[in-house]
Each structure stands twice: as C-alpha cells, then as structure tokens.
C-alpha cells in the first residue's frame, strides 16, 4: 500500500532543502554587505531573500501541519 502522507513528506524535505539553501544565500549577502553597507541593491535583495525565508518556513510549517494530520488520520507510526 502507498503511504498516503508521501505528498506532505515530499513537501517538508522540498521546504527543508529550499531553506537551507536560502539560508546559505543570506550568508553570501551579508558577506557582500559588510563590504558594501550602502548598497541599495543588496539591501532590496536582504529584504527579498527575508520574505522569501518567512514564505519557505511558513511551508514548512503547514507541511508539518498536514503530515500529523494525516498521520493520525491513517494511525502511522510517527517517527
């Protein structure tokens, strides 16, 4: 039998993997920022690359959500 809660799993590691990504280009940004602390430009891409981290981690959170949710729907053992 398919495990009915596959599409919340995919979700949360598609999420998990975004986000450590995104996070990883946060740090090439600030790095870019400390050596241009005025930089209009990367200070419009710090406020993009912030809400695009507030969207993933709002994903991820609904895909936990759902993935308990199902768990308890179908009795899966989580783990």
Known sequence: MDDPC???K???RIAKKTLDGLHKELDELN???ESSPINAGL???LRTMNMDIKITM???EHAEFS???CE???NI???
Do not use: A, M, W
Request: cysteine-free.
């Open 6 to 8: 596959s599409l919340y």
């Open 43 to 45: 200070h419009k891409e």
């Open 72 to 74: 308890l729907k179908y």
């Open 10 to 12: 995919s979700q949360y």
């Open 31 to 33: 790095l870019k920022l």
């Open 58 to 60: 709002n994903e991820i």
């Open 67 to 69: 993935l308990k949710k």
């Open 77 to 79: 053992n989580q783990g």
